[in-house]
């Protein structure tokens, strides 16, 4: 894990109403910007609002499984199931529900699908971020083209606040890489039916034309629209896009100032005769 995370963000103006899923987070009567900066809020967003329509979709594939996984698994779940069964009783059973086809029906496959994704949808809540402030397809795609921010959070601090959120409320966040991939992977439920490992492998894989993202989630169980409640110190630094208004960039200032632990800020600058991006120090 890096010291160091990124989180993109425009100056959307939206407060109650607007229909935006981050409208949810705590005061929500404040634009996004600034409960970001000035109440230090992270969101944990359901999988189901991504501008990917592929991400988390990943289902676990029922027709790849072996009959004999098929029945592993069967008599597997018999033993949880029926405690009181010999494995000879056990045996049977898999064998009656393997032969009837049940496993096997359409339906049933589309139906276990449906309720894979809707899991994913209701059971994780999600806190994106990426490793790069400097990658300028994140500031054109998630900075409104240069013209908002990116805070860096301090990861060791964070996670501070996430053992304590476990201590005080019991509630679960781990963080894991995004793993890119050309071609979908293939979940068989039989070999792992333990739903985390399902769920892992659908909300891991992304398409490798997202790897610019270098992305890193932080999964929440059982807690999609999540919001928690940062302390001044776990922003280290703001960082201002090229084309930021004068008008935010104040605003920005002016919220920096009145925090107790005042990160750094940075203006990001064009270097002549190069596609990188550098930052000059205000603050």
């Given amino acids: 894990?890096?010291?160091?995370?990124?989180?993109?963000?425009?100056?959307?103006?939206?407060?109650?109403?607007?229909?935006?899923?981050e409208c949810r987070m705590a005061n929500p009567e404040k634009p996004i910007y600034r409960r970001i900066l000035e109440d230090n809020q992270i969101y944990f967003s359901s999988a189901k609002n991504f501008n990917d329509p592929f991400d988390c979709t990943l289902v676990p594939r029922y027709d790849l499984?072996?009959?004999?996984q098929k029945k592993s698994m069967?008599?597997?779940?018999?033993?949880?199931?029926?405690?009181?069964?010999?494995?000879?009783?056990?045996?049977?059973?898999?064998?009656?529900?393997?032969?009837?086809?049940?496993?096997?029906?359409?339906?049933?496959?589309?139906?276990?699908?449906?309720?894979?994704?809707?899991?994913?949808?209701?059971?994780?809540?999600?806190?994106?971020?990426?490793?790069?402030?400097?990658?300028?397809?994140?500031?054109?795609?998630?900075?409104?083209?240069?013209?908002?921010?990116?805070?860096?959070?301090d990861s060791l601090k964070l996670q501070l606040v996430l053992e304590q959120l476990y201590i005080n409320k019991r509630l679960v966040c781990n963080h894991h890489k995004i793993k890119y991939v050309s071609l979908?992977?293939?979940?068989?439920?039989?070999?792992?039916?333990?739903?985390?490992?399902?769920?892992?492998?659908?909300?891991?894989h992304k398409h490798i034309l997202w790897s610019y993202e270098e992305e890193i989630r932080y999964l929440l169980l059982g807690h999609p629209g999540f919001v928690l409640q940062c302390p001044d110190n776990v922003i280290s630094t703001v960082y201002l896009g090229r084309n930021i208004s004068e008008e935010n960039e104040g605003e920005v200032i002016r919220l920096i100032q009145k925090k107790s632990v005042r990160p750094d800020l940075f203006k990001a600058k064009l270097q002549p005769n190069s596609f990188e991006i550098e930052f000059d120090q205000i603050l």
């Fill in 74 to 153: 069967l008599v597997k779940y018999g033993r949880i199931n029926f405690p009181d069964k010999s494995d000879l009783e056990l045996d049977a059973i898999a064998e009656a529900k393997l032969n009837s086809g049940e496993l096997d029906d359409q339906l049933e496959i589309r139906s276990k699908r449906e309720y894979w994704v809707e899991k994913t949808y209701n059971d994780i809540g999600i806190f994106s971020a990426t490793t790069c402030k400097k990658n300028p397809l994140m500031w054109a795609h998630y900075a409104a083209s240069h013209s908002g921010f990116c805070v860096e959070y």
């Fill in 65 to 68: 499984g072996t009959r004999e």
């Fill in 1 to 21: 894990m890096p010291d160091k995370i990124y989180k993109y963000k425009s100056f959307d103006k939206a407060s109650t109403g607007c229909g935006h899923v």
């Fill in 184 to 204: 979908a992977p293939h979940i068989n439920p039989y070999l792992n039916p333990e739903s985390p490992k399902i769920v892992l492998d659908m909300l891991l």
